[in-house]
């Protein structure tokens, strides 16, 4: 089974950047695409971006494309999300998140693996 822990949240002005580290346990990390969600207070959880086991194949939602990339490293069993030029509207909690295929990625539902999340404020 694995189980996922984000760190790298914070406090950051409008411009600012963050990177989100998600440390993955379980042996079977290697095969699993990875993900990142995001959820404000009194709004539905909404995809950001994904990554393939091999890190060959990468998409991210409209509202982070330019400003946000993701990455894993096997080896060290991790995931970032490296996020420049951060908006208030990027505000939310951000959740690490793991799934055995690359397809539905934009449905919470089909993730079968979540952290606890790490808070992203952004200042204007």
């Known amino acids: 089974q694995v189980q996922l822990v984000e760190s790298g949240g914070g406090l950051v002005q409008a411009g600012g950047s963050l990177r989100l580290s998600c440390a993955a346990s379980g042996r079977t990390f290697r095969t699993y695409a990875m993900g990142w969600f995001r959820q404000a207070p009194g709004k539905e959880r909404e995809f950001v971006s994904i990554v393939s086991w091999t890190g060959g194949y990468t998409y991210s939602a409209d509202p982070v494309k330019g400003r946000f990339t993701i990455s894993r490293d096997n080896a060290k069993n991790t995931v970032y999300l490296q996020m420049n030029s951060l908006k208030p509207e990027d505000t939310a909690v951000y959740y690490c998140?793991?799934?055995?295929?690359?397809?539905?990625?934009?449905?919470?539902?089909?993730?079968?693996?979540w952290g606890q999340g790490t808070q992203v404020t952004v200042s204007s």
């Open positions: 998140a793991a799934k055995k295929t690359t397809d539905n990625y934009s449905d919470s539902y089909y993730w079968g693996y």
